[in-house]
């Protein structure tokens, strides 16, 4: 009788205790889960390389995703264009013709040029390597700007990089991993680059805000800036070659001046990342390729 | 292999279905599509399946899943980690203390309890994020976002609710 009595006591305070133990079990991974977003604002070095690991591993698994979205952008593509064939065979015409003008006048701009260079024995700035890489993930939203690319260190993409599209700078590599790299978009909190304005030849700062219009601070409060002045990089820093297009001032207040950006984040499916052999603004790289690592197979060029 | 061997295969399969459709709907939320300003505004998928999961499965649901899901989407994204986790694990203590009242009511109850969840979720997140960043980030985006997240989540419910039928069945009775 006594030991039956023993065990039921056992099993009555079996309940109590794992009611405790989970609850202490709650408390202790929200506090783990606080400690880590402190860590994380300390930048540690473990963390940023487990972020990396993860990233890289679950790479493939978006790239993979994100194929039958490309497809069905390509598809929406056809059928927009096969509706329209006619009338941009009419426009292309119209800018081939155009184009062929102005190739013979960067023809004998170039004749110039070069003429002129010679004269003053001018040593050419050597053409940046290029890596294109496929958007595979949208990783930003309202708290971060960024995407993840499907080239990383072994592509020969190291932190710092610029990063830009056909219409202009994207961003530049905030992390590397061996087969992805995260971009921090031009749009982000964290970004600032040097720039100038076209029309005024003004040195401004492009500074992210979080939202898709970036602001240009530091700018002289008598600057004769307008609405559809072009603001293109100044090459400072050395992160970003000059004459890069940033962006087109869409707002022009006594407050602020706002850029609509030429490239267009959701519309972007290839991006290239520029090597000038620059170390830039960051810090040197943590990961860099292996010696003897191949060279890019998702579309280097020259 | 032998029956028993198949079954307790089957078995832990379907023990990890919740989680797996969880870490699918991280990776979907964040697929870059063509579509101006979703990316900022994309409706918040993982919160749903957690959301899900717990209610109906919540044995299927601990604990230290949330937090490791948490983790995985913080790695993902490039916020700080933990700020994922903690959210999750908050919402995962929430709705496992309401969960008595939501199992067996209608969908529109259920939907109204996720309606409830979402906002908080959402504001914590900026709260946290902007803490993080030290800025008050964009707000208007993200009462689009939890807007957004409001109405696609009978889509995704339903889903989940085949896959659960298909692939996971329904909880033991305590």
């Given amino acids: 009788m006594a030991k039956r009595n023993a065990s039921m006591s056992v099993a009555g305070l079996a309940v109590p205790v794992r009611i405790w133990a989970q609850r202490f079990a709650f408390l202790a991974l929200l506090a783990l889960a606080f400690a880590l977003m402190l860590l994380s604002k300390a930048e540690t070095g473990a ?21 039958p979205v490309e497809a069905g952008q390509e598809v929406s593509r056809s059928v927009k264009n096969f509706f329209i064939v006619h009338a941009e065979n009419k426009r292309l ?8 003008r102005w190739m013979q006048t960067a023809r004998q701009l170039e004749v110039e040029n070069a003429t002129l260079r010679a004269q003053l024995e001018y040593v050419p700035e050597s053409a940046p390597r290029a890596v294109t890489a496929r958007v595979i993930a949208d990783t930003g939203g309202a708290f971060y700007h960024s995407l993840l690319i499907n080239a990383g260190a072994r592509h020969f993409v190291q932190r710092g990089q610029a990063v830009v599209s056909q219409a202009g700078v994207v961003g530049r590599v905030a992390e590397v991993g061996d087969r992805s790299a995260r971009v921090l978009l031009l749009t982000d909190l964290n970004s600032r680059i040097p720039a100038i304005v076209e029309s ?23 600057s004769p800036v307008s609405v559809g002045d072009r603001v293109v990089t100044s090459g400072h820093g050395g992160v970003f070659p000059p004459g890069l297009p940033i962006g087109v001032v869409s707002e022009a207040s006594e407050s602020r001046i706002v850029l609509q950006p030429t490239v267009e984040i959701a519309r972007l499916s290839e991006a290239r990342i520029l090597d000038y052999g620059v170390e830039g603004i960051l810090p040197p790289p943590e990961q860099v390729p292996a010696v003897g690592a191949k060279v890019s197979t998702v579309g280097t060029t020259q | ?5 198949l079954g307790a295969v089957g078995n832990l399969a379907r023990r990890v279905v919740p989680g797996l459709t969880i870490l699918f709907l991280v990776l979907l939320a964040h697929l870059h599509l063509p579509f101006s300003f979703y990316v900022e505004i994309a409706p918040a998928l993982p919160l749903m399946g957690i959301y899900y999961w717990v209610v109906f499965r919540p044995d299927l649901m601990p604990r230290i899943m949330i937090f490791a899901i948490g983790l995985f989407q913080d790695a993902l994204i490039g916020a700080p980690f933990g700020l994922s986790a903690m959210v999750y694990l908050l919402a995962h203590g929430f709705v496992l203390s309401q969960r008595r009242f939501l199992m067996g009511k209608p969908f529109w109850i259920f939907w109204s309890g996720f309606a409830i969840i979402a906002p908080v979720a959402g504001a914590l997140t900026w709260v946290l994020a902007s803490a993080f960043r030290g800025a008050f980030l964009p707000s208007d985006v993200v009462l689009a976002s939890i807007v957004l997240t409001v109405i696609a989540f009978p889509a995704i419910a339903w889903l989940l609710l085949h896959s659960q039928r298909w692939l996971v069945g329904a909880a033991e009775p305590a």
């Fill in chain 1, 200 to 222: 005024t030849g003004d040195r401004v700062i492009v500074t992210g805000n979080n939202t898709n219009w970036p602001s240009v601070a530091y700018l002289a409060s008598n």
């Fill in chain 1, 93 to 100: 015409r119209q800018e081939n013709d155009r184009l062929l």
């Fill in chain 1, 47 to 67: 963390l940023q390389q487990a972020r990396v690991l993860i990233v890289d591993g679950v790479a493939p698994v978006l790239s993979a995703l994100s194929r």
């Fill in chain 2, 1 to 5: 292999m032998n029956q028993t061997g």
